[in-house]
């Protein structure tokens, strides 16, 4: 809890995400309260009238399900406080499911169950201030959405990932938490163009705190903490999804540290990425700007390829980036003979703050590629290393790279030698009994139980990137 | 018909089962509609519908699906009766392939194991991880829609359709 006060008073990273509770107020896991099909015991079941729209839990339906599946487009759906032990599932297009007390609106999969939520194909649909835990899928789950919504939401010790959004677009995941899953505390894949923000989220002892595969476009992540997993911010490329390369995404203020976990459960490829803050792994044209990364084993921010076996599909050119996603899935694949190699491409890593990571502070790498040709730049970044050396000299940004800017090859970055590095790095912790963080008491939705349903909406909001700094650090 | 048919991507054992496939007619269990094979739509009279279908042998020809994260490509594919289609799964997450009438796993197995009808096919999650295969002939012309219970629902997420001519 210490770690969550610690944010009162950082104005970067908004009040909203700061804790509010006192060590005396966490909530231990939930034990086993009330079956699947039974109400749960609340606090305070509603003696009023029904009110038009609004679907109370489990006052007027003594199961989340049964409200959803009764639910009407523009309707409120209010949990109140209880452990819950159901999987959700969604395909009522513009609803609003709110719980009452983020804290105390408890989703728990009892290890059993698969996603917290899982929302299919409906658009619209907002999930606020509730908390999903121990489900061996997914807390929460967009698929297949044309807008989406995340407000105030906890994921915490879930099988996969924690707030997951997936061929979806027109997504706000904000003010929400995500600990315990081996693969991303937070996900935004196969989506060009996404127009989709993440703000003011905490990723803590996941695999990855973020992983985007195939995503972008009008993608933003800003004002955030990554700290404490495997590695920190990781877009990537790769054609076991669609819609490659990864590409277009800004990640602006945030602070990514610490992320060397050692013990957290964790996915192949985050014993891979183990030891880095923001690690590119194969996507391109992404702006990287203004965060604060320190303490790392491996690089701060770190420009590298994702070699692929196994491809499906052959690498596309520069001239088909700006293909969108739906045009994408239309054609047909060609199978390469062999692995792919996806490069950092077109990258830019500007005015970032960077200490203390251990094998360069910005860095580039490639495996075979001339670095020079890949087009990545950097410039004004406040740092004490790199790799290769002199990097901001050998890649500015607004002007041609050349083979004759500098010597590419004097401390190079060398990740072959990280596949080696993945074969003693510590192993997957079972992600059912991985040592976490107490559950956080985090700050609710403001006026949880009056704020009038508002569903998601396709266009997200705008953030003023101009106007953000680079933030304190926490701790 | 094809509970066995399933692989490691490199392995080459397969098929014999096929030379076993019923030869002769088979009889559905309450298709959903005169195309539909494993649909979920109920029939307009609420009762089962005995049917007939024609099967063929297999005929030597195949096709593949790739299974991907969280995709089937191609999503719709046609072919005609007696063609095995290959089931690739080239994701890293696990998946499954369940006729539409087919909750999740746990439904498809119990299909599997008291239906012995074109309409029964596919693969649960635990025998289908990241480079495994399936392999099914379609022995009996219809329409075999088909979706991943972990990622999708019937017609929305992870899902797919076959055409048998």
Known sequence: MRLFRALLGVSVLSVSLIACGSDDDAVDAPSTEAPTSEAPSTEAPSTEAPVAGVLNVPADYATIQEAVDAAAEGDLILIAPGTYKEAVQVTTDNIVIRGLDRNTVIMDGNFELDNGFRVVGASGVAIENMTAMNYTKNGFFWTGSSSYRGSYLTAWRNGDYGIYAFDSVGGLLEYSYAAGSPDAGFYIGQCFPCDSVIRNVIAEHNGLGYSGTNS?????????????????????????????????????????????????????????????????????????????????????????????????????????????????????????????????????????????????????????????????????????????????????????LSETTGDWLAGDLNVITWLVDAETAPPSVDWKTATLPELPQLENMPDAATAPAVPANATPPTIDLAAIVVPDKID | MGRMNRESRNSTSIVASFVLLPLALMTACAPDSPDAIGGSKPDDAGSAITTTIATVPPNGESVTVQVLDNSYRPIDIEIVAGTEVVFDNRGRNEHNILPDSAKDDAGLAEMLATDSSPAAWGVVSTEFAPGEVFRHVFTAPGVYPYFCSIHGVPGVGMYGVIRVD
């Open chain 1, 216 to 400: 972008g476009g009008n993608l933003v992540i800003v004002n955030s903490v990554f700290r404490n997993n495997r590695a920190g911010i990781v877009p990537n490329s790769g054609s076991y999804e669609l819609c490659y390369p990864q590409r277009k995404t800004t990640i602006v203020g945030n602070l990514v540290y610490s992320n060397n976990q050692p013990d957290t459960p964790a996915i192949d490829v985050a014993i891979l990425a183990m030891g880095n803050g923001i690690l590119n792994a194969g996507g391109v044209q992404n702006i990287i700007e203004r965060n604060r990364v320190w303490d790392h084993d491996k690089t701060g921010i770190g420009l590298v390829p994702f070699l692929e076996e196994d491809a499906n599909d052959a690498i596309p050119g520069r001239d088909t980036w700006e293909t969108d996603c739906a045009t994408q899935k239309q054609q047909m694949p060609v199978i390469p003979d062999g692995p792919l190699l996806w490069d950092s491409q077109d990258n830019e890593v500007r005015g970032n703050v960077l200490e203390n990571n251990r094998r360069a502070d910005i860095a580039v790498g490639s495996a075979g590629s001339n670095l020079w040709e890949l087009g990545n730049c950097f410039a004004g970044n406040t740092f004490t290393t790199s790799a290769p050396l002199d990097l901001e000299a050998l890649a500015p940004c607004g002007s041609p």
